[in-house]
């Protein structure tokens, strides 16, 4: 007889239920994770296209206006990638965004390539930099609160925008 046999069926499945009720009330009590202290997020990705055609660089802000992430006033932000996809950032990477409705910007712009890599220009002899302003990528108004017309609530879980801009 094996000394396995030898154990009441009862008594053979015991440590293991103990354990999975121990990591239960430790997830219970921890929250999995999540801090009381900040408030709800879903997760955010999508994409960016302007004119149909992705957005290859830049920022996407979510910026909350209304339910509960209006009282934190905490946006989240994520880097337009070569594809047009972003991630959004709230405390942690790909964290995401407050639950609730949002302004979002859309900032994308080509910086004078003779600041590109850190290196300043140097002035000519009246003290004036050679220094072209930045170019706008997308139009502006989808980069400040006040003219950006896209609006979008996020919800617990997953949430997925394709964001289109047009002239």
């Not at 709800?40 to 990705?45: A, D, E, P, Q, T």
């Not at 170019?135 to 502006?140: A, N, R």
Request: glycine content about 14%; aromatic content about 6%; overall charge negative.
């Amino acid at each position: 007889m094996s000394r396995l046999s030898a154990v009441p069926p009862r008594k053979r499945w015991l440590p293991g239920a103990f354990a999975i009720a121990v990591a239960l009330a430790a997830a219970t009590v921890s929250g999995c994770g999540g801090d009381p202290t900040k408030p709800k997020l879903g997760r955010v990705s999508g994409s960016v296209t302007y004119n149909g055609a992705p957005v290859t660089k830049g920022v996407v802000t979510f910026v909350p206006s209304g339910g509960a992430g209006a009282q934190t006033g905490q946006p989240a932000t994520g880097e337009i990638g070569s594809d047009g996809s972003f991630r959004l950032t709230t405390f942690e990477s790909g964290d995401g965004a407050v639950v609730g409705d949002h302004v979002v910007l859309v900032q994308s712009v080509e910086m004078d390539p003779s600041i590109e890599g850190g290196s300043m220009p140097i002035p000519d002899a009246r003290g004036n930099l050679p220094i072209q302003p930045p170019k706008h990528l997308v139009p502006e108004k989808y980069s400040q609160t006040e003219t950006s017309p896209l609006r979008f609530t996020v919800k617990e879980g997953s949430n997925t925008f394709e964001i289109e801009l047009t002239d």
